[in-house]
């Protein structure tokens, strides 16, 4: 032991471990012998406390290093900036009085991930010397915030391009929906590595190109590129998507072959496959092949049993889940509370909604849309305004699954009210919204509201007026007696008419779209009627 009488000394416990090492550090400063010692363990504590997010107390114990080299102040910046405290990052590099392009790229790196691209600039610019490291850290900065043009500035001007740099520009076009650009700057590549090949088949697939995805990895392969298990969760994602379960099972056998089966993130993957291929009893097998604790994989397989109908199924999965000590996330609780939903089970979703409150998740977007559907669906519309008012962070699912709750409800007043706030707020609607409303004034009787919602929404360019808004509208009219302005409606519609369109709870598969409307052709002189009168003419 280096300091055994120095520890029998101590009076009373230490408060921490900083508080010990300050204390023999101070003790032996009088011999020289010991000060290359008391800082390698301060070194090796504060790489500890660091490594436990514990921030002012790693900062204390360099504060005690003498002459701490540049290696372990970046660190510090580094968990400083990882911990969004850019203030307390950005004073220590300015009082440090050596740094290395290490420490430049990885301030400018901290202040992109804290949302300062203006100092990043800055300090980009006065740079003494910048590798490639530099550049490609500020063309992601620069992709991050969508200033694509510049990030291409910045790519040409580059020095020297490696790989990593073509692949920053390759996630950073698909990041920002570019996704034509990105495929032509993947075809000038003279050199592509696994994150190349993975960047795109990932991009395509999270742009709804799936096939096309997998038509890349097939190239990958002939190429000779050995993938990874970033490689293979992207490409099992993109057959789920595709519903392509040949390709599938075939590359679920390479994933044997190669002994990727018991990655975490690839069983999820496989698991959401063959659900999405509605093949229960393989998602079952690949989760009972061994003991999971990752909350991804669980999540995976209840919300499989829901995909497939299955939903007590997937009630007794998140049961399991929590007496096996796992902790359900946010896709956890909306997944099973989508089940509860479907059976109209409100005392176990009151359970659910219990544990969520447990957990801290109660008041989270993703959750409460859920529960608002649930309660909305089940009856308890006040129930589900206050769960919509309790929410942190409103996001468009929110607005419109209250909007959507009270058209369920014939609650018109207030879903124009709340439409109202939520413009106010800077929410912008879309066309689920505009449906909710137009379905609000019709189960309300509010024909002069419906007229001018769908003025208002018809003249608005950023949304798509579709069939199910001249349904709604149709139906306002109907309901009101205004049958000959209802068939001119029909008539000028610039699609042509189905014969039936209805909105049927029972058809919502997703919860998240908000679309389960109730049945709008009840009334006499129905839209059915009109609209086969419209296609017999």
């Known amino acids: ?21 300050t204390n ?15 800082a390698f363990s301060l070194n090796s504590v504060f790489s500890n406390l660091l490594k436990n997010q514990k921030l002012d107390e790693a900062r ?21 900036t990882e911990s969004y405290r850019l203030d307390d990052a950005l004073k220590l590099f300015d009082k440090m009085p050596v740094r290395d392009t290490v420490c430049w790229n990885s301030m400018i790196k901290g202040c992109l991930g804290c949302g300062d691209l203006h100092i990043a600039l800055k300090l980009f610019d006065g740079m003494p010397e910048r590798n490639v490291v530099s550049w490609t850290t500020m063309i992601n900065g620069y992709m991050q915030f969508g200033r694509v043009e510049v990030a291409e500035c910045l790519f040409r001007e580059m020095p020297t391009r490696d790989v990593a740099a073509w692949n920053s520009m390759i996630y950073g076009y698909f990041f920002n929906g570019r996704v034509d650009d990105a495929m032509k700057l993947f075809e000038e590549m003279s050199r592509r590595n696994v994150i190349t090949w993975t960047s795109m088949i990932s991009g395509l697939n999270q742009h709804g190109r799936s096939d096309e995805a997998l038509f890349v990895f097939q190239q990958m392969v002939v190429s000779g590129i050995e993938p990874t298990s970033s490689t293979f969760s992207s490409v099992i994602t993109a057959c789920a998507n595709a519903l392509d379960l040949g390709l599938g099972v075939q590359v679920h056998a ?42 991804v994989i669980w999540t995976a397989l209840l919300t499989g049993y829901g995909l497939n109908h299955k939903h007590e199924d ?7 889940m929590i007496k096996s000590g796992i902790l359900p996330n946010q896709s956890s609780f909306t997944s099973t ?5 479907e059976l109209e089970a409100l005392d176990r979703g009151k359970e659910i909604h219990a544990t969520a409150i447990k957990l801290g998740l109660g008041t989270d977007a993703f959750v409460a849309n859920s529960l608002i559907v649930l309660y909305s669906k089940c009856g308890y519309l006040k129930d589900g305004v206050v769960i919509f008012k309790n929410i942190g962070e409103k996001n468009i699912v929110s607005w419109n699954s209250i909007i959507v709750g009270c058209a369920q409800h014939g609650c018109g007043k207030w879903a124009h009210t709340i439409f109202t706030r939520m413009i106010r707020v800077g929410v912008d609607p879309d066309e ?15 024909l002069q509201k419906g007229r001018c919602f769908f003025e208002y929404f018809s003249r608005c360019k950023a949304i798509e007026v579709k069939l199910e808004h001249y349904a709604c509208m149709v139906d306002i009219l109907g309901r009101n007696g205004k049958l000959e302005e209802a068939e001119e409606l029909v008539k000028n519609m610039p699609m042509k ?9 029972d058809d919502d598969d997703d919860d998240d779209d908000v679309t389960g409307f109730q049945n709008i052709s009840e009334s006499p002189n129905s839209l059915e009627q009109l609209l086969v009168k419209h296609n017999d003419a």
């Open 314 to 320: 997937a009630l007794k999965v998140f049961s399991d």
């Open 497 to 505: 008419a189905n014969t039936t369109h209805h909105y049927d709870d």
């Open 60 to 80: 204390a114990v360099l504060d005690q290093i003498p002459s701490p080299i540049v290696h372990l102040s970046t660190k510090m910046i580094v968990g400083y």
């Open 432 to 446: 689920i919204t505009f449906t909710g409303l137009l379905s609000a004034c019709s189960h309300s009787g509010m």
């Open 337 to 341: 509370l989508n089940s509860c939903c």
């Open 254 to 295: 390479l994933i044997v072959m190669l002994g990727y089966s018991f990655d975490a993130f690839i069983t999820s993957s496989l698991v959401t496959f063959y659900a999405n291929c509605k093949q229960i009893d393989n998602c079952c097998k690949i989760f009972n092949e061994k003991l999971h604790i990752n909350v």
């Open 24 to 38: 023999l550090s101070k003790s032996f400063t009088h011999i020289a012998n010991y000060s290359k010692p008391i």
């Open 1 to 21: 032991m280096l300091f055994p009488s120095a520890f029998r000394n101590l009076k009373s416990p230490p408060k921490s471990i900083f508080t010990t090492f």
